[in-house]
């Protein structure tokens, strides 16, 4: 199982190929570019549908829709050591995801759990449904140790989570200090104890 592509300007499968000759399917976290620019060298690829519209309607190069399949929330990814489960949890993008290790007691978290800027502006993006998920997160604290986001310092302690929690409230309470953006976008920067939120208030 490879877990996302990047922007695509790395040769991921050469790199994949130096680790394993077994094969390799490719799960997405969720579809921004940045998560899918190297997928056109994988199939199969796994997503949630929710996911799948953007993911067609910006369909990175060379990349085929045919090559899509669903991936559900509570669904084991089992690859005998490994057992990975699917949690959904939408906000950062409708479809985002999250791979669960019970045993293991680890966490792939995608973007939505990290200690960098979390991009939370533009479509697809829902406040009120990433806090959803962080408190969905937090219930299920207990069963993971370590988190791997895809972005930011790497692992995490499972107990940044109320952080970035408190750190979107105080954001929506206007409690956070307006920053401008690392480059020219059409948001601003606000940073909380643990993480940092690109957003735009409308």
């Known amino acids: 199982m490879l877990v996302d ?3 695509g300007t790395l040769p991921i499968l050469d790199m994949v190929r130096e680790l394993t000759n077994l094969p390799v399917f490719l799960v997405n976290t969720h579809t921004d570019r940045d998560h899918t620019g190297g997928n056109k060298d994988f199939n199969p ?3 949630h549908p929710a996911e799948m519209d953007h993911y067609k309607n910006a369909l990175p190069d060379g990349c085929q829709m045919e090559h899509v399949h669903p991936l559900w929330e509570g669904e084991i990814l089992d690859l005998g050591h490994w057992k990975f489960e699917v949690i959904l949890t939408p906000g950062h993008t409708p479809g985002s995801i999250m791979l669960l290790e019970r045993e293991k007691r680890m966490l792939i ?19 009120p449904a990433y806090q959803s998920s962080l408190k969905k997160m937090i219930a299920l604290s207990d069963t993971f140790d370590s988190v791997w986001p ?3 310092d790497f692992p995490l302690k499972a107990d940044i989570i109320p952080g970035i929690l408190q750190g ?3 954001l929506m309470a206007g409690k956070l200090t307006e920053e401008e953006p690392p480059r020219p976008m059409p948001c601003k920067r606000y940073v909380c104890d643990v993480a940092g939120f690109l957003y735009r208030f409308e």
């Open 45 to 47: 690829v796994y997503m």
């Open 5 to 7: 592509t990047g922007f």
């Open 168 to 170: 979107t409230q105080e």
């Open 150 to 152: 895809s972005h930011g």
């Open 109 to 127: 978290s995608g973007d939505s759990i990290q200690n960098g800027d979390i991009y939370m502006f533009g479509a697809g993006r829902n406040m």
